[in-house]
Nanobody
Framework: QVQLVESGGGVVQAGGSLRLSCAAS????????MGWFRQAPGKEREFVATSSWRGATHYIDYVDSVKGRFTISRDNAKRTLYLQMDSLRPEDPAVYYCGACWDCTGRVSMRPDDFSSWGQGTQVTVSS
């Protein structure tokens, strides 16, 4: 059974940093598209960052609002996805989810509907 477990959320002051982790079990993530999404109260789940494959080329992208502040990375040997979040802003608080698109080998997706496995989410709160 495939399972994704996020950790690393918490409360941080504006301008601070957090590092989220997403550990996968039951399946290797090496060639899968992995992504971070977030959902604030009353809003739809939105794309934050992706670590995917465009053909055989590793591809990374971010939503514009986090470019230059967030960094997505993965350790395939540890089956773990990371999201380093720096310079956190008052608009960043949400529940952050990691997702896996097992059918996305060789293609990029930023659509939540393409991701079939999700973690339980980790809360990120930014105090001003």
């Amino acid at each position: 059974q495939v399972q994704l477990v996020e950790s690393g959320g918490g409360v941080v002051q504006a301008g601070g940093s957090l590092r989220l982790s997403c550990a996968a079990s039951g399946r290797t993530i090496t060639w899968s598209a992995m992504g971070w999404f977030r959902q604030a109260p009353g809003k739809e789940r939105e794309f934050v960052a992706t670590s995917s494959w465009r053909g055989a080329t590793h591809y990374i992208d971010y939503v514009d609002s986090v470019k230059g502040r967030f960094t997505i990375s993965r350790d395939n040997a540890k089956r773990t996805l990371y999201l380093q979040m720096d310079s956190l802003r008052p608009e960043d608080p949400a529940v952050y989810y990691c997702g896996a698109c097992w059918d996305c080998t060789g293609r990029v997706s930023m659509r939540p509907d393409d991701f079939s496995s999700w973690g339980q989410g980790t809360q990120v709160t930014v105090s001003s």
